[in-house]
């Protein structure tokens, strides 16, 4: 593990660029969660700024829409006082011919300082990250089933929170696991925080089979799988990426996976529930789970725009 | 020279003689907090105190980077309006302080900020003067001086900068 070369750390050990929360050593974690300490009272000032990125540009490439997690990256860097310039790059780019290398080249020359990338296909963002000169940093925004590293640490420190600790934790992943980048991002980060009981949650056709070698207990039956669980993470179901039959239909989804108040008694009386947004009321969450006392989902964007903030200020210049 | 920190902070005291009620005290991370806790009791005044960790308004930012840290800015009152006792251990090139004010400000607009130090060690880089001084020394360049708060007992120690890493 130490030896694999890992393209988001500098030589030194420093955080170049945040691409995955695998192979990101835990004193890196722990340092970001630190880090965003610092930047959660920012929200709160009449003047919400703070002038560490003055001057710099952040370039958001967005190769898959996704508003609301553009828009935190957005808020983060301005409130770090970067210039920000938005690329919603839907297919007319690639239609005109131009490759995914040519688009970074030409904003690199526009002097960029920072990429924040969302792609549909796994490993862009790795592209992109081994293309761009030194000095220029690339986050991982998001990247096909592969990694969401921000929205991975934004939910360890909502855990951090509320919880204190990883070392006694419970903390099962319900769901669509097999599409999402969320849920592979919140396994290696709280294996690395040495959280020591992991478990997925999902149908058999929703339940990647590599999972289990990442160090997690699977279940199949939710009721089972949330006994004694101190934070029960939601996922979205995503349909828009079913291809297939991969499930009879939402509403019997809903019956299984679905988290209501009755399913969550089976966690403990102070579990916390988190949901990465946007939520399908009513076919992964119950509405009165979302807006009950155990959720956590609405803190979990406050802090994201904080972690956000801590990620682009450790990479900045590295 | 030694130089007993408790003794000047009560020194301190002294010459600061009473607040007004309409004076908040707010000190700079780390040492000037505890400096400022003191002072805070000692001049009974008005609750709730801040804090100020400046590192996010640093002009060496971009040399040193950003570095994982416990202590964070605290202002839990309205400073509209206030008149503010800015408060820290050591002033000596004066960076620290533009920090604090421009951090400060980003909080609201104070009707006056005065300032506090234990001690003024001189070799200032930007045009700042105490309002209050404990005690005034001169120390060459290389030399650092560090407050450390041992159990509640405040003490200060001369140490040689490392010279690659300017951190005032």
């Known amino acids: 593990m130490a030896l694999t070369f890992n393209p988001q750390l500098r030589s030194d050990g420093k955080l170049k660029h945040l691409l995955s929360t695998e192979g990101l050593p835990k004193h890196l974690i722990e340092g970001l969660l630190e880090t965003a300490d610092q930047f959660v009272s920012v929200g709160d000032r009449e003047v919400k700024k703070v002038p560490i990125l003055r001057g710099k540009s952040v370039f958001n490439l967005f190769f898959e829409n996704s508003t609301r997690t553009r828009t935190t990256f957005e808020i983060a860097a301005k409130r770090l006082s970067a210039d920000v310039i938005n690329l919603n790059i839907n297919a007319s780019s690639t239609t005109k011919g131009e490759s995914l290398l040519d688009t970074v080249d030409n904003l690199a020359a526009m002097n960029a300082d920072m990429f924040v990338v969302r792609h549909a296909e796994s490993g862009a963002a790795h592209l992109i990250a081994q293309h761009v000169k030194p000095g220029v940093a690339v986050i991982n925004a998001g990247d096909g089933r592969h990694a969401h590293p921000t929205q991975g640490l934004l939910d360890m420190y909502t855990i951090r929170h509320y919880k204190t600790a990883f070392h006694n934790l419970t903390v099962a992943i319900v769901g669509d696991v097999l599409h999402s980048r969320v849920a592979r991002s919140d396994i290696h980060a709280l294996t690395t925080l040495g959280c020591p009981d992991v478990r997925v949650i999902g149908p058999k056709t929703l339940i990647p089979t590599e999972v289990a070698r990442m160090g997690v207990s699977v279940f199949h039956d939710m009721a089972r799988g949330l006994e004694g669980c101190d934070v029960v993470i939601m996922l979205r179901l995503q349909n828009e990426r079913m291809n297939g039959a991969l499930l009879p239909s939402a509403h019997e989804f809903f019956k299984s996976y679905g988290l209501t108040t009755e399913k969550l008694a089976r966690a403990k009386p102070d579990a916390i529930v988190m949901h990465p947004g946007p939520m399908n009321r009513g076919v992964e969450i119950d509405s009165l789970v979302a807006d009950g006392r155990q959720s956590v989902i609405l803190p979990q964007v406050t802090f994201g725009i904080a972690v956000r903030m801590a990620v682009m200020a450790t990479v900045v210049g590295a | ?168």
């Open chain 2, 1 to 168: 020279m030694q130089l007993d920190a408790e003794h000047l902070v009560t020194e301190l005291a002294t010459r600061i003689g009473t607040l007004s009620d309409d004076t908040a005290v707010v000190g700079i991370h780390s040492g000037g907090v505890w400096v400022a806790q003191r002072l805070h009791q000692m001049l009974k005044a008005v609750p709730p105190m801040g804090t100020l960790a400046v590192t996010l308004h640093r002009d060496d930012f971009s040399r040193i980077g950003l570095h994982p840290q416990k202590k964070a800015t605290d202002m839990p009152m309205n400073i509209d309006g206030r008149h503010i006792l800015l408060v820290d251990d050591v002033l000596h090139t004066g960076r620290t302080l533009r920090a604090a004010l421009n951090e400060l400000f980003d909080f609201g607009r104070p009707a006056s900020v005065k300032l506090a130090v234990l001690v003024d060690r001189g070799l200032r880089e930007l045009p700042f003067a105490a309002d209050y001084i404990g005690a005034t020394m001169t120390l060459d360049a290389s030399q650092e001086l560090v407050l450390t708060n041992d159990n509640h007992h405040l003490r200060f120690d001369v140490r040689t900068r490392q010279l690659h890493k300017k951190t005032n």
